[in-house]
């Protein structure tokens, strides 16, 4: 079943490569995407066991991951009907290939425990999503697709440095020489200090730039302004979780070698940093899809907050996964129809929206409240788990930060948000031959309803699954 994750959606890419009709190709992207999701409910219901040699294993870390992707792609795929109906004067076999190779890589990503072929697959995803941000193939998307395959791939390249680095430390330690996450973590407390120490700056500054943690954070506003929205979906609520996921293994592997402390830290620091910088920036934008990029870094900042205060905060943290990944969604999904609507992504253009889209203005402006962490949306059970925790700890500080930064990202927000959906339709205001349709709107309010009920209830097995994942990253005492 491990090899039908990542097989299955590598056959979607041949079959649409191999179609020649645009509005045929969306509905095969579609079916695959249903299939992957019935191929990943079943192994969430029956695990397979472990691979001989222990290259891939799918833990509860690995299956909350897997579980918010697979989610989250099935309704970008849907989506992509009725969106790429109104993009018939671009051909879609590029961007319907990326997306399905993107996913298979994802799915090699939440499977493997082996940290070199890890690596392997999230270079993968940067480099099959990059042709899909040029999509409007304009002078503005391509600087921001040269942008991301830079910044991305040089941070990537840094964390195989740090992969190096590891793999000296077992060289030095004179153990096996291994990067499979089981063998590192039986062999941590023989390796090399210095050289574990350096592999986890390396690591944490590569991965970190791939989530978007400031400073690291350049290409994000860029790439999730000029990409389709659907690709901002699976950028902001997919991608970023993988490399969430890859930070829990080096995170695994400080657990084991006693050198927690170090690197909660760290993450803290450039958490808070990261929260702050969307503060800063989130007020007063001119393009209401760059705020969405800023929302971005706001909510990887909260992710390693999370991590780096430990406790509770931990489910915290694994829950946002969830939370955040569908909220984007909505977020995205919706924002793609109001420019599409209004050909623009200017916040001056902008206005009534709920006038001319009722559907999809409605559904950004219950997106905003949900991803500011207000109740009863989930992202308000994790944001309040992870500041409680704080406060539980005795870590006033950084829940002071914390909720300092949650109030001006929301104030800063709804100062963009709020005239956008409100008031008259500009007179000047361009006329599009857009309208909502079920296909275009039904995905993201779909997501709504899911993210509403996780904020007012937990089902019993994702629960115990939270659970299990935050047993893995609990700081031994």
């Not at 969430?44 to 299956?63: I, Q």
């Not at 730039?209 to 860029?222: N, Q, R, V």
């Not at 997106?367 to 500011?372: K, P, R, S, V």
């Not at 935050?470 to 700081?475: F, H, K, S, T, W």
Request: proline residues 5%; charged residues 10%.
């Amino acid at each position: 079943m491990f090899a039908a994750l990542i097989l299955l959606p590598l056959a979607g890419a041949i079959v649409t490569w191999l179609i020649p009709y645009d509005r045929l190709r969306p509905k095969v992207l579609s079916l695959f995407a249903l299939g992957h999701l019935g191929i990943v409910i079943h192994v969430l219901t029956f695990t397979p066991p472990e691979s001989p040699g222990g290259w891939f294993h799918l833990d509860a870390l690995g299956k909350i991951v897997l579980l918010s992707t697979s989610l989250l792609f099935l309704f970008c795929a849907v989506y992509s009907i009725g969106y790429l109906f109104y993009r018939r004067e671009r051909s879609n076999r590029v961007l319907c290939i990326g997306l399905l190779i993107c996913l298979a890589a994802a799915s090699l990503v939440t499977i493997t425990h082996h940290l070199g072929l890890m690596w392997v697959a999230l270079e993968t995803t940067t480099i099959s999503m990059a042709p899909l941000i040029y999509f409007n193939r304009n002078a503005r998307s391509i600087e921001a697709t040269w942008k991301y395959l830079l910044i991305c791939s040089v941070g990537v390249a840094l964390a195989l440095i740090g992969l190096y680095f590891l793999a000296y430390a077992t060289i030095v330690a004179k153990v096996e020489p291994s990067l499979l996450l089981d063998d590192l973590m039986r062999d941590a407390g023989q390796l090399s200090s210095g050289w574990v120490h350096a592999a986890f700056v390396f690591l944490l500054v590569g991965f970190g730039s791939k989530m978007g943690l400031a400073p690291l954070h350049t290409w994000k506003p860029d790439a999730y302004g000029e990409a389709p929205g659907l690709v901002g979906a699976m950028l902001a609520g997919g991608l970023v979780n993988l490399a969430f996921l890859a930070l829990l293994r080096v995170y695994q592997l400080c657990l084991a070698t006693k050198e927690i402390a170090f690197f909660q830290n760290a993450l803290v620091v450039m958490g808070l940093i990261s929260m702050l910088f969307a503060a800063i920036f989130m007020a007063r934008q001119a393009d209401f899809k760059r705020m969405l990029a800023y929302s971005s870094v706001e909510h990887v900042g909260i992710m390693a907050v999370a991590l780096g205060i430990g406790g509770k905060a931990i489910f915290g943290a694994l829950f946002h996964i969830l939370a955040n990944g569908l909220t984007k969604g909505v977020l995205f999904l919706s924002s793609g129809n109001i420019h599409r609507s209004y050909n623009s992504k200017s916040t001056v253009q902008v206005r009534g929206a709920l006038r001319r889209l009722p559907w999809s203005g409605g559904l950004f402006l219950a997106g905003f409240i949900a991803i500011t962490g207000s109740p009863p949306f989930a992202p308000f059970i994790s944001e309040f788990t992870i500041v409680s925790s704080a406060f539980m700890q005795g870590r006033m500080l950084v829940g002071a930060l914390f909720l300092l930064s949650l109030a001006i990202i929301f104030i800063g927000m709804a100062l963009t948000v709020l005239p956008m959906v409100m008031g008259d339709v500009p007179e000047d205001s361009e006329k599009t031959s857009y309208r909502d349709s079920l296909l275009t709107v039904g995905p993201p309010l779909v997501l709504l309803l899911m993210v509403f009920l996780l904020g007012v209830w937990i089902p019993q097995p994702l629960m115990d699954l939270l659970r299990e994942g935050a047993a893995l990253l609990e700081v031994p005492q």
